[in-house]
């Protein structure tokens, strides 16, 4: 992030605790509630759970980024745009939401299933510096990952997806992002670790 996120912290809880005004540090969002998977075990899945967020209040886009700004002028310094639901489901929104981000010169991670990136986006968001990419990968085979996403086609995106960031990052010298791989664990892929950690090397 470039400055002690637990320090800074600290010293705006210290203002809250003496009646003093003090930002929030850490922005969480999602900003849309649809996805193009329909993964087996996802939580969206329980309508009860889904009614209780109250999801039928959507933020419109043009908010979706005046919120940016604000942040911005509070002084946040983190931004996760979460997952659960896949936020590139607006992906011209979200793209600059991460763009705007960056030049005020916030820390930036994004959770995402990664199939939804197109090849400028990429480079764009090397060249940028996004800072973190949490990637939802289900298994280290098509077979596996498919059956549990249940949309053919969407282990082969993500990877060709996360090989893109790869090879831009070595183009242009860039650590940025950072990615990691996150996977759900269910009696269809817990015995495929091995294979999971493998791939996961090899996608860098």
């Known amino acids: 992030v470039g400055?002690?996120?637990?320090?800074?912290?600290?010293?705006?809880?210290s203002l809250w605790a003496k009646?003093?005004?003090a930002p929030p540090l850490h922005l969480d969002i999602e900003p849309t509630s649809t996805c193009n998977l329909m993964c087996?075990?996802?939580?969206t899945r329980s309508e009860e759970r889904v009614k209780s967020c109250q999801y039928q209040r959507k933020i419109?886009?043009?908010?979706?980024?005046?919120?940016?700004d604000e942040a911005a002028d509070l002084g946040v310094k983190e931004w996760e745009i979460a997952g659960g639901w896949e936020p590139m489901s607006k992906?011209?929104?979200?793209?600059?939401?991460?763009?705007?981000?960056?030049?005020?010169?916030?820390?930036?991670s994004i959770t995402t299933n990664g199939t939804l990136f197109t090849k400028p986006m990429i480079k764009k968001l090397v060249e940028i510096g996004w800072d973190r990419i949490l990637f939802?990968?289900?298994?280290?085979?098509a077979?596996?990952?498919?059956?549990?996403?249940?949309?053919?086609?969407?282990?082969?995106?993500?990877?060709?997806?996360?090989?893109?960031?790869?090879?831009?990052k070595e183009k242009l010298g860039s650590k940025k992002p950072t990615y990691s791989v996150h996977s759900v664990l269910t009696n269809k892929n817990y015995n495929k670790l091995e294979e999971m950690v493998e791939l996961g090397y090899e996608l860098g």
Request: proline fraction near 3%; hydrophobic fraction near 35%.
């Open 60 to 68: 419109n886009n043009k908010r979706l980024l005046e919120v940016v």
């Open 19 to 21: 009646g003093k005004k």
């Open 91 to 108: 992906p011209k929104t979200v793209f600059k939401m991460m763009v705007l981000i960056k030049e005020y010169g916030m820390y930036g």
């Open 143 to 168: 077979s596996t990952h498919d059956y549990l996403t249940q949309v053919k086609g969407s282990f082969e995106k993500e990877t060709e997806n996360i090989k893109a960031f790869k090879e831009w």
């Open 136 to 141: 939802s990968l289900e298994g280290p085979d």
């Open 40 to 43: 087996r075990f996802c939580w």
């Open 3 to 13: 400055m002690n996120f637990e320090k800074e912290a600290v010293e705006r809880l």
